[in-house]
T-cell receptor, first 115, second 111 residues
Framework: GDSVTQMEGPVTLSEEAFLTINCTYT??????LFWYVQYPGEGLQLLLK?????DKGSNKGFEATYRKETTSFHLEKGSVQVSDSAVYFC??????????????FGKGTLLTVNP | SAVISQKPSRDICQRGTSLTIQCQVD?????MFWYRQQPGQSLTLIAT?????????ESGFVIDKFPISRPNLTFSTLTVSNMSPEDSSIYLC????????FGSGTRLTVV
């Protein structure tokens, strides 16, 4: 079945540091890929998405590129801020094989940014 | 993308009771999904709710414990029945077409 593997956290960075959170996936079809963010005490917000190979999703300084050849969708940001402290989830939606468009999530990566 | 209003935002319930969570979407959507997020964990899909048909449950989740209604294309409810402390989680609904939007979640504590 489908699965998403994220780098284990927690990740602790200083403000303005470069961020990479690795995400790889396994899917039977051709999935769409997502990054979600969950701030403390809040629900889930869509951060960015990509629907086909070589697409780059971007939002709020975060970027991720859909790499079909390496089945990866790594999240990057050039300069993190304290306000980026949150849990980040990588997810896929595989519409093939009657999977009903459901999302399969990675385990989440806790990011803490210190001033 | 759709905007989802979910309520209640949090509740503390006695074991053995039931809680119904509501999600209202600001536009018509074909599919709605209910997820559970146990403390410190990722999200697990409970069921898919389509209007006019019975919900489809994932392995490990049953209708008697988590009955779902989907009376129209903008609304769904999830009931957590006969609750125990193990049901303490965040419950989230999402609406799809693409890049699915989530409700703000219901933080349930069972005592």
């Amino acid at each position: 079945g489908d699965s998403v593997t994220q780098m284990e956290g927690p990740v602790t960075l200083s403000e303005e540091a470069f961020l990479t959170i690795n995400c790889t996936y396994t899917a039977t079809g051709y999935p769409s890929l997502f990054w979600y963010v969950q701030y403390p005490g809040e629900g889930l917000q869509l951060l960015l998405k990509a629907t086909k190979a070589d697409d780059k999703g971007s939002n709020k300084g975060f970027e991720a590129t859909y790499r079909k050849e390496t089945t990866s969708f790594h999240l990057e940001k050039g300069s993190v801020q304290v306000s980026d402290s949150a849990v980040y989830f990588c997810a896929l939606s595989d519409r093939s094989g009657g999977s009903n468009y459901k999302l399969t999530f990675g385990k989440g990566t806790l990011l803490t940014v210190n001033p | 993308s759709a905007v989802i209003s979910q309520k209640p935002s949090r509740d503390i319930c006695q074991r053995g009771t039931s809680l119904t969570i509501q999600c209202q979407v600001d536009s018509q959507v074909t599919m709605m999904f209910w997820y559970r997020q146990q403390p410190g964990q990722s999200l697990t899909l409970i069921a898919t709710a389509n209007q006019g048909s019975e919900a489809t449950y994932e392995s490990g989740f049953v209708i008697d414990k988590f009955p779902i209604s989907r009376p129209n294309l903008t609304f769904s409810t999830l009931t957590v029945s006969n609750m125990s402390p193990e049901d303490s989680s965040i419950y989230l609904c999402s609406a799809g077409d693409y890049g699915y939007t989530f409700g703000s979640g219901t933080r349930l504590t069972v005592v």
